[in-house]
């Protein structure tokens, strides 16, 4: 019982990245996991639980190097990773989906959203509050780049979006401004 679960929580996670949450129906990820509808409900209360768990899932699947920025940008920022929207980053896949989704959702992604911050916190060194915002800037670079190259319909642009982002994130030198308003 717990391996079919696992086999649906993975195949939900897959299709809700490539055809967004409400583009999937239950019926999708029992048929994309080879199993009957039926059986859904011995396993999930309704598809909200099962959102949550998938997305929950996709984001604790991710085992990326991020002990070394430069690497972990330059294989985040790439055509393949752009291109393999139903096993890349969740973030830049269903953000806006995400953000209109239920509460119980919600929750279980803002959780994985805060461990990816700190995990780039810690990549920026001393817990301080420069490093914490510095962690923030570099996630929400990557996810933005990602969305702004696949939202790009000219290839070339696309491909210019993920290298400046890379070559923007390896400055060390670059200004950080404080938001005013």
Wanted: charge should be negative; glycine fraction near 8%.
């Amino acid at each position: 019982m717990a391996e079919n679960r696992r086999i649906i929580i993975d195949a939900a996670g897959r299709l809700f990245r490539e055809r967004g949450i409400a583009g999937v129906s239950v019926a999708d990820v029992m048929k994309a996991a080879g199993m009957t509808h039926g059986g859904f409900y011995r396993h999930f209360a309704d598809k909200d639980e099962l959102v949550a768990h998938a997305l929950a899932g996709a984001i604790a699947s991710v085992q990326a190097d991020k002990t070394d920025l430069d690497r972990f940008a330059t294989s985040y920022l790439s055509p393949a990773h752009r291109g393999d929207v139903s096993h890349g980053c969740l973030f830049a896949a269903l953000g806006p989906d995400i953000a209109r989704a239920p509460s119980v959702v919600r929750r279980m992604v803002s959780e994985g959203l805060a461990a990816q911050i700190d995990q780039f916190t810690d990549l920026a060194g001393s817990p301080s509050r420069d490093a914490r915002t510095e962690a923030i800037g570099t996630f929400s670079a990557l996810v933005g780049a990602v969305i702004l190259s696949r939202i790009s319909d000219d290839p070339a642009l696309s491909d210019e979006i993920l290298a400046a982002t890379r070559s923007w994130l390896a400055k060390p030198d670059r200004p950080a401004q404080p938001l005013t308003d």
